[in-house]
Every structure is written in structure tokens, then in C-alpha cells.
């Protein structure tokens, strides 16, 4: 069975609507590694979609702060403002759709979902050394990650860590990654509505178990459409900004 893999929306409606476009007819079920809102103009509008999507939903740092689950005194002042801006914004059953999220790791059929890492749902992952303990407890050979906003992953095989990046090629949006036996990966699909990876598209994943498979896509969406929205509901300008750099 396909997998649509989605995470780190973040309140950008244009961005997760590119992505169920180009992802159309390619997937069975969804999967959502956390942070729906936060930081972008849509909140309702990405809740309702990815609620429409049936979708199964982990909670991320974001959801947590903005329904009350966790105080966003740990945030910085940008993304503190965004929380409560955010909280002002949402439905009252979109609040309470996002307070009752499950904590990951939860399963996906072969494969689990988690926010950060396999041991602290708020931990980010960017190195080889952080990646090893999740590599090693892993519940299962693949868990998807995501929060970092980085597309790309981590394998452990024979003892060893390596590192994983993905792009595009050949005139495709996506590149196909084969899955190995004996070997225990960590993937991070992108960022749908946030990428911070360097590149300004949006970044989702689509999982063929069947077949080992991932294909890791980026797709364009109208950026500018999402920024003056942002200007328009007063969020903070490095917000606005850093969409145009993928940063
Ligand atoms: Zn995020």
C-alpha cells in the first residue's frame, strides 16, 4: 500500500494544497509527522484539510503550544508570537482536534511515525550522532521523522551511520530511494509549508513498502500568494522572508 508522507505544514494552505495535487492518485493513506499549524496565515485551513484527509496524525511541537498541551515559553519570541496569534485564529473544535493528538511513536502499518526522534517527541535530529540511539531502539526498521524541516535521512548498517540527501532528477519531481534489508532507516520527508533545507519547495514523501520504495518529491507552489497573507494577518517579517530562501 502507498504511503502519502506529509509534515511541518504549518498554517500554509497554498503549499499543502501543491502537494495533494501533484501527489493525486498516488497514494492510498496518509500519514502527518506533526506541526499543522504555526508560523503561516492558514491555521483552520490546514486542520480542516489534512482532518478531510483521514489521515493518521501525530502532534508536534507546535500543536502542542498552540492548544495548550505545552506552554510556548520555550519558544523564541517570533515563533511565541505566531503560537498564540495562531490560537486566536483556530475553531474551537480545530483546538480541540489538535489537543487530542497522539505523542509518537505511533505505528503506520510497517512503519512508525514520530515529530523529533524515537525517544523525545521534541528533539531535533540533524546529525549522524543524534540520529544512533533512534537508529538503534527504532520500534521498527523504518520510522519517518520530521521537525527539522530538513528533507533527507539516516541508515544504520553493519554498525555504521550514514547520511542520506535527496533531490529531484532525470525531469522528475522526486527521486526514488530503494529500501535495503538489514538495514535500519530514519527518514524525514521536508517540510510541506516551511522547508528549511534550501530549497523554497514544498517536500513530502510517498512510501511503497510493497515495492521498498520512497520517493522523496519537491513541488513549487505560489510563495508569494502565502506571504502577503502573512502580511495581511500581521505575522512577524522574518517569518514572511524566510520562505523565499528555503531557510
Ligand atoms: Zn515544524
Known amino acids: 500500500m502507498r504511503h502519502l508522507i506529509?509534515?511541518?505544514?504549518?498554517?500554509?494552505?497554498?503549499?499543502?494544497?501543491?502537494?495533494?495535487?501533484?501527489?493525486?492518485?498516488?497514494?492510498v493513506k496518509t500519514a502527518c509527522l506533526g506541526d499543522l499549524v504555526g508560523y503561516g496565515p492558514d491555521p483552520n485551513e490546514a486542520v480542516n484539510r489534512v482532518r478531510a484527509l483521514g489521515?493518521?496524525?501525530?502532534?508536534?511541537?507546535?500543536?502542542?503550544?498552540?492548544?495548550g498541551v505545552t506552554d510556548p515559553e520555550d519558544f523564541n519570541p517570533v515563533a511565541r508570537?505566531?503560537?498564540?496569534?495562531?490560537?486566536?485564529?483556530l475553531l474551537p473544535e480545530n483546538l480541540q482536534y489538535l489537543q487530542s493528538l497522539?505523542?509518537?511513536?505511533?505505528?503506520?502499518?510497517?512503519?512508525f511515525l514520530v515529530h523529533g526522534s524515537v525517544h523525545d517527541e521534541d528533539e531535533y535530529v540533524y546529525?549522524?550522532?543524534?540520529?544512533?540511539?533512534?537508529?538503534?531502539?527504532?520500534?521498527?526498521p523504518l520510522v519517518f521523522f520530521g521537525h527539522t524541516h530538513f528533507q533527507g535521512g539516516f541508515a544504520l548498517r553493519e554498525g555504521e551511520v550514514q547520511v542520506l540527501g535527496f533531490a529531484p532528477s532525470g525531469g522528475k519531481p522526486y527521486s526514488t530511494f530503494s529500501l535495503e534489508p538489514d538495514t535500519a532507516y530514519l527518514l524525514n520527508p521536508g517540510s510541506v509549508g516551511q522547508p528549511r533545507d534550501g530549497d523554497v519547495r514544498a517536500g513530502f514523501a510517498i512510501a511503497d513498502l510493497e515495492n521498498r520504495t520512497v520517493e522523496?518529491?519537491?513541488?513549487?507552489?505560489?510563495?508569494?500568494i502565502v506571504q502577503a497573507r502573512m502580511a495581511r494577518?500581521?505575522?512577524?517579517?522574518?517569518?514572511?522572508?524566510?520562505?523565499?530562501?528555503?531557510?
Open 55 to 67: 489521515a493518521l496524525v501525530i502532534r508536534g511541537n507546535h500543536d502542542k503550544a498552540v492548544s
Open 233 to 247: 494577518a500581521g505575522l512577524p517579517e522574518p517569518l514572511i522572508l524566510r520562505l523565499s530562501y528555503g531557510r
Open 102 to 111: 497522539p505523542r509518537g511513536p505511533v505505528p503506520a502499518g510497517e512503519f
Open 127 to 140: 546529525s549522524p550522532a543524534q540520529a544512533l540511539d533512534g537508529l538503534l531502539d527504532a520500534p521498527a
Open 6 to 27: 506529509i509534515s511541518d505544514i504549518h498554517s500554509n494552505l497554498t503549499a499543502l494544497d501543491a502537494v495533494l495535487e501533484a501527489a493525486q492518485g498516488r497514494w
Open 216 to 224: 522523496f518529491w519537491r513541488v513549487p507552489y505560489d510563495i508569494e
Open 81 to 89: 508570537a505566531t503560537v498564540l496569534w495562531t490560537r486566536q485564529q
